[in-house]
């Protein structure tokens, strides 16, 4: 089952609150950035970029607990950077455990059997492991030999312990609909992880690569082509249904930035993790003085060729909320 039943609840219970509330803006999952700091040098990440001052910095437990308080978020992603290089990263997830928030745990797994022992199972947390592709790929794709052998043992030991795995994959130009394919074959069938995420990659800036970036056309293309003959409804996808619809170009969205706010080291990032226009120092200041409507394809040239979870999901998923036809396919299309 790609999101359990009882998160699944949680959440739809959280957005039906704020639709009660008439919120217009809030947080669907917060990002955490604790650290920018990383193991690895991946081309197409431009977080290792800042200087060493930056990558330094470090957000401590209580700066994290308080962003999670104050915008009243169910469920946490904490990326990086590499999180498990954070000293404290065992008590951060430990403490938003007993506040009974979900914790996506994301990691490039180099150091994930190693720091295993300092995590407990449970319902409210998830490991997401990056795989980028089959082992050439992926290695390619973190730009050091051995990785993909590294993290496929770390998902073995992991599910071996009873802890949640969920993947996520990031696709390029220079992949295929079999390369997705079969990545997506080995991660579901072969490791059989609980729940495998997919996004077509955003044009950091500063990303050391800027050639392989998608494009709107080659994302749907890309997508559509490796979803079709009915392969879409063999994975345990971690997606709403009319996000994937997104991508396979089959619906249109505006970008919902708002609906997956990120906070880090410099504050809570305007307007989202992959674009920094300027930080707020809280998350009532981020929401009330941002131009979301700036933001989106059509309206900000940055965002021209982005199709990322990040703007689009909550969209998908709004609509998805506002129409039963739609949120029984979703049930339906929960595993």
């Known amino acids: 089952m790609p999101v359990p039943l009882r ?21 669907f999952i917060v990002e955490i950035e604790p650290l920018f700091a990383c193991n690895l040098a991946c081309p197409g990440c431009g977080k290792i970029q800042y ?27 904490i990326a990086g950077g590499e999180p498990l290089l954070h000293p404290d990263i065992d008590r951060m997830v430990s403490e938003l455990i007993s506040r009974r928030v979900y914790v996506y745990l994301c990691t490039n797994a180099v150091l994930l059997k190693r720091k295993m022992e300092r995590f407990t199972p449970s319902r ?7 795989v980028d592709g089959l082992r050439e790929r992926h290695d390619a794709a973190v730009d050091r ?3 993909f052998d590294t993290a496929v043992e770390a998902i073995q030991e992991a599910k071996r312990r009873g802890f949640r795995v969920t993947t996520n994959s990031t696709f390029f130009t220079t992949d295929s609909p079999k390369t997705v394919q079969d990545v997506l ?28 970036f998608l494009g709107v056309q080659q994302t749907q293309r890309l997508f559509r082509d490796a979803f079709g003959g009915g392969k879409r409804k063999q994975w345990r996808l971690n997606h709403s ?19 997956i706010p990120s906070y880090s080291v410099f504050g809570w990032q305007r307007p989202c993790y992959l674009m920094a226009d300027g930080y707020a120092r809280s ?53």
Not at 9 to 23: D, E, P, T
Not at 124 to 130: N, R
Not at 191 to 206: R, T
Request: proline residues 5%; charged residues 25%.
């Open 51 to 77: 200087p060493t001052e930056v990558l330094r910095q470090r957000l401590s437990v209580e700066d994290v607990l308080g962003a999670v308080e104050e915008c009243g978020t169910p469920m946490v992603s």
């Open 185 to 212: 074959d080995f991660l579901n069938d072969d490791l059989g992880v609980d729940a495998m995420m997919v996004s077509p990659a955003y044009a950091y800036e500063k990303a050391p690569d800027q050639e392989h």
């Open 283 to 335: 998350y009532k200041e981020l929401v009330e003085t941002t131009d979301w409507d700036a933001y989106g394809r059509g309206r900000d040239p940055r965002c021209a060729n982005c199709m990322a979870h990040c703007g689009y999901e909550p969209t998908a998923v709004l609509a998805t909320m506002g129409s039963l036809r739609q949120s029984l396919r979703a049930m339906v299309n929960t595993h």
């Open 7 to 27: 998160q699944n609840m949680r959440i739809g219970a959280h957005l039906l609150r704020q639709k009660l509330k008439g919120n217009k803006y809030f947080p």
């Open 124 to 130: 409210y947390f998830s490991w997401v492991v990056h």
């Open 241 to 259: 249904p009319l996000f994937l619809d997104f991508l396979e170009g089959k619906v249109d969205y505006s970008c919902t930035a708002w609906g």
């Open 145 to 147: 030999e051995g990785v």
